[in-house]
């Protein structure tokens, strides 16, 4: 059986899949009211760039309604055509979509016995996708396990880190970004916080095997 999680794993967690719902999909009018009644995170010194990116997020949930939200999220990742934002890893390391990077991570993910939901149309290089493998390897799912520190830092260094930092700045910077500049302001912050976690352990993790284990599904 596995250990329950600590305190602060289940925070880290709880923030990927935030980051992760709110950049799969437009936020529902409950997750909304969730966030604008939210209490500020435990403080980590003054000024700190989450504690700071939190309050902006909470903030702009609570001058947000569903229907705007909805609206934005279309400009933003949907749109006519092209979309104006394309969260996709394969798009960002080699400029073009369904390149090199993708296969490499669905071969990671398959040796984690991880596998996309069937019917979900997100490619899973998404960095919503990516955040929710994490909190996979972070907390668990059904089939499958919670995964060591280590096996977390090799998929974070491996398939986010090279990237999330300019596909948020481009969020931030999207002219039809108002409650979408909150988000990619603290999924940044967030993700850098991590970042820097990792970073502590000099050994380098980009090419480190991720061992196989029993199938499970992301959402």
């Not at 569903?66 to 969260?87: H, K, M, Q, S, Y």
């Not at 500049?181 to 050994?203: K, M, N, P």
Request: proline share 8%.
């Amino acid at each position: 059986m596995p250990r329950p999680l600590t305190e602060e794993d289940q925070a880290r967690a709880d923030m990927y899949a935030l980051v992760a719902t709110l950049l799969l999909k437009p936020p529902a009018p409950s997750l909304l009211a969730a966030l604008a009644a939210a209490d500020s995170l435990p403080a980590r010194g003054a000024g700190h760039p989450l504690d700071q990116a939190w309050e902006a997020l909470v903030s702009a949930a609570g001058t947000m309604d569903a229907d705007a939200a909805r609206e934005e999220f279309d400009a933003l990742f949907i749109g006519i055509g092209t979309p104006l934002l394309n969260p996709y890893g394969s798009r960002y390391l080699t400029g073009f979509m369904m390149e090199k990077p993708l296969a490499q991570l669905r071969g990671d993910l398959h040796a984690l016995g991880l596998a996309r939901v069937p019917g979900v149309a997100e490619s899973e290089d998404h960095l919503g996708a990516l955040c929710e493998t994490m909190r996979v390897l972070i907390a668990g799912a059904p089939g499958a396990l919670p995964r060591p520190l280590s096996t977390q830092k090799t998929f974070f260094v491996r398939h986010v880190s090279p990237w999330y930092g300019r596909c948020l700045d481009d969020l931030c910077h999207a002219a039809p970004a108002r409650f979408y500049r909150c988000v990619g302001g603290y999924a940044q912050a967030f993700l850098d916080l991590e970042r820097e976690a990792f970073s502590i352990d000099d050994e380098d993790a980009s090419s480190e095997p991720i061992h196989a284990e029993t199938e499970g599904s992301l959402e």
